[in-house]
Every structure is written in C-alpha cells, then in structure tokens.
C-alpha cells in the first residue's frame, strides 16, 4: 500500500473488554513499532518487532497487552480487560532501515 | 524520568517570522535525532533528522542546530507559514526505537 494503514480507526470499549488493533505496514518494511500516544503528550514506545520477531517489548505498560506480527507484515496490537487509562491513541510505524512512517493511529475510548 | 524534555509547550508566532522550538536529552547513546510535524487526527510525520556528528542541518525553511556536548538540539522554522501550524516533537532514537518529547503546539498567525 502507499503508506501505513491502520484500522479501525476509532474504538469504544467497555471496561473488561478486549481489543485488537491491527496494523498494516509499508509493503517489504522490516521493522514495525507500536507507540501509544495519551492526549496532550507524544508518543511513547510500546514494543518493536524486525520481522516476525518481536525484539522489544520493554514499553508494553502490562501483561495485559500483547502484540504480534506472525507472517513478519500485518501487526495486531491487543489489549484485555481495557482499563480507563488504556483510552488513547495507538500508533504503528514502520520502516525499511531508515525513515519511520507512521500510521494515522486508532483512537481508542474505553467507557 | 522524562529522558527528552521539550519547551515551549506552546508557541504563537506572526506570518513570516522564525519558530524556535527547542529539546534536550539525557542519554548519550541516542546516535538519531529527528522532528516531527503532527496535524490533528494524523499520524506524525518525519519533518528534518540529524545525526550527533552533524551540527546543523538545514532543509528548506527548516533546521536543526545541534550541541552535543550540551545534550541540546532545537527546531528553527524560517518565515513560518499558516500551514505550518500543527505540534511538532523532537524525538531522540537508538535503534529505530524513539524516545519523544511532549510536543509544541505551534500557531501561525497570517
């Protein structure tokens, strides 16, 4: 595709829910990262796959969240029994070894 | 630990006047600095990036001046523009992983 894609773009959630976001990066990107990103604030880093390997996941803030990209493309970032505090909005990115081409992000809402 | 820390939060600058942004970090293993630009409902997009043996690059209207020893690297925008408004983050990286700061939140004013 032209760029990253994202989807869905928007989500509600009760809390205790579960949720997948999926990510769709530049076609041949190696690396693909999530950030997540509260309103006001940058992005902060979640966790990092290079291919189908997942090599850091040191910014993932519980056991409740989960990510990954089996067949080293499409990325599914999911998160159980969402909390209020998870409302934000989830960005991918990725990358062929230099520039790191985001996503438009989903926003998620946990009610 | 806020390992990059950016200011002003928010800045309002005049049609063709220069937009200062300015950002610090703590850790000297960063080796890629880059700015984004973020218009609402949009994903960042990578804007200038400089690496730490460079100290200044410059972009069309936009550049990066660099101070390693002071830990220090900031945005100028010259004759910023009314389409420039948006946030703007520094980030600092270390293997593709970015560390941002909090953003400003820049207005131009026509």
């Known amino acids: 595709g032209a760029g990253v894609s994202q989807s869905p773009r928007y989500k509600v959630a009760k809390r205790g829910q579960d949720v997948a976001l999926r990510c769709d990066p530049i076609?041949?990107?190696?690396?693909l990262f999530w950030y997540q990103q509260a309103l006001g604030q940058g992005p902060e880093f979640l966790t990092y796959?290079?291919?189908?390997?997942?090599?850091?996941k040191s910014g993932l803030p519980s056991d409740r969240f989960f990510a990954e990209r089996p067949e080293g493309s499409v990325s599914t970032l999911k998160i159980q029994r969402t909390q209020q505090e998870d409302s934000a909005v989830y960005l991918c990115?990725?990358?062929?070894?230099?520039?790191?081409?985001f996503g438009q992000g989903t926003r998620l809402t946990v009610v | 630990q806020q390992q990059v820390k950016q200011s002003p939060q928010s800045l309002i600058v005049q049609k063709g006047g220069i937009s200062i942004i300015n950002c610090a970090y703590e850790?000297?293993?960063?080796?890629?600095f880059p700015w984004y630009q973020q218009f609402p409902g949009k994903g960042p997009a990578l804007l200038i990036a400089?690496?730490?043996?460079?100290s200044e690059k410059k972009e069309g209207r936009f550049t990066i001046s660099f101070n390693k020893s002071a830990k220090q690297f900031s945005l100028h925008i010259m004759d910023s523009q009314p389409g420039d408004s948006a946030t703007y983050f520094c980030?600092?990286?270390?293997?593709?992983?970015?560390?941002f700061g909090d953003g400003t939140t820049l207005t131009v004013k026509p």
């Open positions: 796959f290079q291919n189908e390997a997942q090599l850091d």
């Open positions: 980030a600092a990286s270390k293997g593709g992983k970015s560390t």
């Open positions: 990115a990725s990358s062929g070894g230099g520039e790191a081409f």
């Open positions: 850790n000297t293993a960063f080796d890629y």
């Open positions: 400089i690496r730490p043996d460079v």
């Open positions: 076609s041949g990107h190696v690396s």
